[in-house]
């Protein structure tokens, strides 16, 4: 096909525009770099040139050896990974309920999901604390978790949905004229043919808990407990004008798992985005 003057401005522009935005996101995290390898007599001249006289990766050693910064990482993993779980026993079964079965208003249903999904976490946190308070949830794990579940559940059951519409219902078909029931073409069947949504929504999941920073906010006040994303902001309060190459170092480590996480496994993740939108 040969492009015309008109189709290679149009792929000028598109690509300009990328590069715009992408300067735009990654301008900031190149100048965290930045800031991160220095050391302390660099920061105190503040200098403004980009790339440091004299970097070093001491500023990592220092946070990563310390005893309050690892505790956040691993709570920050912990939290993330087991609510990721929780949202897949929850959102598959829904999902394939949407799909397959003939639910009444299913429309109206999972229109209904998707507005639950705009309602943002801070509307509900003041009623959401007392409910916690009461059910004696505050200052746990679970209670953060839960609540984690609960916001990524719309989510995950429409992306799920989309993957699992992909799957040919022939198959599940022949499954059932063998003789296997419902929950097993679910089990045996839908679930291991949508393997690679099921893990594009596990990794969606725990990148969105990995960022979420208010709920554990308002939920955990013990230092101990306390996941990545709020521990930075401990952190930062601890801190002074001496130590902030180690406070860029440390923003740098609790942002870099979720960016390489996605940069590694994008095409999983729009694959399992995209599933369902085009039905042959």
């Not at 770099?33 to 790339?51: H, M, P, W």
Request: charged content about 10%; hydrophobic content about 55%; glycine content about 8%.
């Amino acid at each position: 096909m040969i492009s015309t003057p008109r189709d290679r401005l149009a792929d000028g522009l598109t690509y300009g525009a990328m590069l715009a935005i992408a300067a735009f996101f990654l301008l900031p995290l190149l100048w965290l770099l930045s800031l991160a390898v220095r050391t302390r007599r660099e920061i105190f001249r503040g200098a403004s040139r980009f790339i440091p006289n004299d970097p070093t990766l001491e500023n990592f050693r220092t946070i990563l050896s310390g005893a309050e910064f690892p505790t956040y990482l691993w709570n920050g993993l912990l939290i993330s990974a087991v609510a990721g779980f929780g949202c897949l026993l929850v959102a598959a079964p829904a999902a394939y309920a949407f799909s397959r079965l003939k639910v009444p208003a299913r429309g109206l249903l999972l229109m209904g999901i998707l507005a639950f999904q705009m309602v943002s976490p801070l509307v509900i946190m003041v009623p959401l604390y007392r409910y916690m308070n009461r059910l004696g949830l505050i200052d746990t794990h679970l209670g953060v978790i839960l609540v984690y579940i609960a916001i990524n559940l719309p989510m995950c059951t429409w992306l799920l949905k989309g993957s699992i519409d992909a799957i040919p219902k022939e198959v599940e078909e022949a499954a059932a004229m063998d003789g296997c029931s419902r929950f097993g073409i679910f089990w045996r069947i839908t679930l291991p043919l949508a393997a690679p949504g099921l893990a594009s929504v596990f990794i969606l999941a725990v990148i969105f808990g990995w960022s979420q920073f208010l709920v554990p906010f308002l939920l955990l006040t013990e230092n101990s407990l306390l996941p990545v994303a709020v521990g930075i902001f401990k952190y930062a309060g601890s801190q002074n004008a001496s130590t902030t190459q180690l406070l860029a170092a440390a923003c740098l480590v609790a942002v870099a798992p979720a960016i390489v996480a996605f940069l590694v496994l994008q095409r999983l993740i729009v694959g399992a985005i995209t599933a369902g939108a085009v039905k042959g």
